[in-house]
């Protein structure tokens, strides 16, 4: 076997990866990568909610001024 440091993403460190002949896949590193994708794309929807929520709160207040 053989073994290849790879950079998960940005934020992650370095895992050891084992790659032979027919390159075989972690389930559970792609379990973990996609659960930490639906939490960005959670929070990322709570804060473009709560941006839209309150663009329409400001806006409800400048007119009825």
């Not at 950079?7 to 992650?12: M, P, R, T, W």
């Not at 639906?38 to 309150?54: F, H, P, T």
């Amino acid at each position: 076997m053989e073994y290849k440091d790879t950079e998960l993403d940005k934020n992650s460190t370095t895992d050891k990866v084992v790659i032979n002949s027919r390159s075989k896949v972690d389930l559970n590193n792609l379990i973990r990568k996609v659960k930490e994708e639906e939490k960005r794309s959670k929070r990322q929807n709570i804060v473009i909610s709560a941006a839209a929520l309150s663009a329409v709160a400001v806006f409800g207040i400048i007119f009825t001024l």
